[in-house]
């Protein structure tokens, strides 16, 4: 994977010699001479390491790049910044330090000194890039909303520790992100990021995904595999939808979880676990719990500490950015000019319901933007069409009468209307019912629900 830095400096020459010097040592380099332009570059090349410039033309007090410093870490704090400035001072060389800079040089600055400092840094903070793994580039959480602060300055605390995480809120509030995010502040970010839907592992399987296997464990197991928790060793493992594991699934996990051990299925010898665990769900255990559907110990276990997310409609102030985030990822996917946006367009759409949170903004921009790339200006009108292209489909469903009717007869009876109304695509059926498709394919099995090919 390439490792890319980001130049910002308004003296041209600096930045060109900057970038000579480091393509001459196998990095990938862009340059802005305009300060106003940083943010958005950043958000669209997504760099590894930053070269800012302190002393700005427009204020040699290095104020301004220091104002630029607090922007770049509040919204890209898995950035590495070095701070440059020719006007070098021990005071400003601590306070940017301070404000999460991971080094400082001055002009005229020695190429080996400041080739040395990025290759530290690299192997300090960005060892993972090595990986093959396509998802191992750093997580990127767009807003400023004081929502979504609380949230970061919990996941600042809590990331340095091994405590266990439990992430909850809606379905699209973004929790695997901010998984990630802790995963990449933790000690154990140069250890691998283990990703688990339990909402799609059914009880059989369970032990199998999770523990792993040696050959002849049972029928079917023709070779070893490695389950999730040897995979996650050193590191975080990801336990999303944990809201869905079956009560004798969940008593297997808590064991593990209790004793920091478990057992390949077919071997004897007992492994350690050495991974920081956290779950999310969308559900609430609370209830569960109460209903005796989940362990109450496991829930304890679980969440030592708890971060509820804010829905899209608590955060409205960064609607606007999260826009220009998948604008910016929408151009760069598939090589298109995106139309300018008037401020009125983000007015309109942060005053939009978004019942599916940001994944549904994501998707409303990315449908926008790749039908409307033609057109001078993306309007709010341009963004209405999209919206009402496909009515909620439970808005047209009628539900059975309430009666001596069970709630799961009327969740089988709202299953099968959707089916049918979506032409039994399950993929529109379990967006419309805020299902993820696993889920949905096991409440169509439970109920013996016949889908139509």
């Known amino acids: ?22 393509k001459r040592s196998g990095y990938s380099v862009r340059t802005i001479h305009h300060p106003t332009e940083a943010m958005d570059m950043t958000a669209e090349f997504r760099p590894h390491v930053v070269l800012l410039d302190m002393n700005f033309t427009i204020d040699t007090s290095g104020k301004h790049g220091l104002k630029m410093l607090d922007r770049l870490m509040a919204q890209y704090p898995q950035v590495s910044v070095i701070l440059i400035t020719g006007w070098a001072t021990l005071q400003l060389a601590v306070e940017g330090m301070k404000r999460g800079a991971k080094d400082f040089l001055a002009k005229p600055w020695d190429n080996k000194q400041l080739l040395s400092s990025i ?12 990986s093959d793994d396509p998802g191992s580039e750093e997580t990127v ?23 266990s995480v439990l992430v909850t809120g809606e379905s699209g509030t973004g929790k695997e992100l901010i998984a990630e995010a802790i995963h990449q502040r933790s000690k154990r970010a140069d250890g691998p990021f283990v990703r688990v839907n339990l909402g799609g592992i059914s009880t059989t399987l369970f032990e199998s995904e999770l523990f792993g296997h040696v050959k002849g464990a049972f029928t079917g197991a023709h070779s070893d595999r490695e ?29 593990v979880l209790q004793e920091k051990t478990y057992e390949v299925l077919g071997s004897s010898r007992s492994r350690r676990l050495d991974a920081r665990i956290v779950c999310a769900t969308n559900r609430s255990l609370p209830e569960m ?49 995106v139309p ?26 990315e449908r926008t933007a790749l039908l409307n790339y033609h057109e ?59 299902l ?18």
């Open 227 to 255: 389950g999730r928790f040897t995979l996650a060793q050193g590191g975080t493992l990801f336990l999303d939808e944990i809201g869905e594991l079956s009560l004798e699934s969940q008593v297997k996990l808590l064991r």
């Open 119 to 130: 290759s530290t840094i690299f192997q300090l903070y960005h060892t993972k890039m090595t």
């Open 376 to 434: 001078k200006e993306l309007t709010y009108k341009s963004f209405q069409s999209i919206m009402s292209v496909e009515p909620s489909a439970t808005a047209r469903i009628k539900l059975p009468q309430v009666g001596s009717v069970t709630l799961e007869e009327m969740e089988r009876q709202m299953i099968i209307k959707t089916l049918q109304y979506h032409n039994q695509s399950i993929s529109k059926t379990s967006r419309s019912l805020g």
């Open 340 to 365: 300018y946006v008037p401020d009125e367009t983000y007015q309109w759409l942060s005053q939009q319901s978004y019942s599916g949170n940001i994944r549904q903004l994501k998707n409303l921009v």
């Open 141 to 163: 959480i767009v807003g400023d909303s004081l929502a979504l602060s609380r949230v970061m300055d919990i996941v600042d605390r809590v990331a340095p520790t091994d405590a």
């Open 1 to 22: 994977m390439e490792k890319k830095i980001l130049v910002i400096d308004d003296d041209r020459t600096v930045c060109a010699s900057l970038k000579l010097l480091l």
């Open 289 to 337: 719990v109460a209903e005796g559907t989940f362990r109450e110990d496991l829930y304890y276990r679980i969440n030592l500490i708890e971060m509820r997310l804010p829905s899209l409609s608590e955060r409205r102030d960064d609607i606007p950015l999260l826009v220009k985030h998948f604008l910016k990822k929408v151009q760069s996917l598939y090589d298109i000019e």
């Open 436 to 453: 993820t498709r696993s889920s949905l394919y096991r409440r169509i099995e439970k109920y013996g629900i016949e889908v139509e090919s």
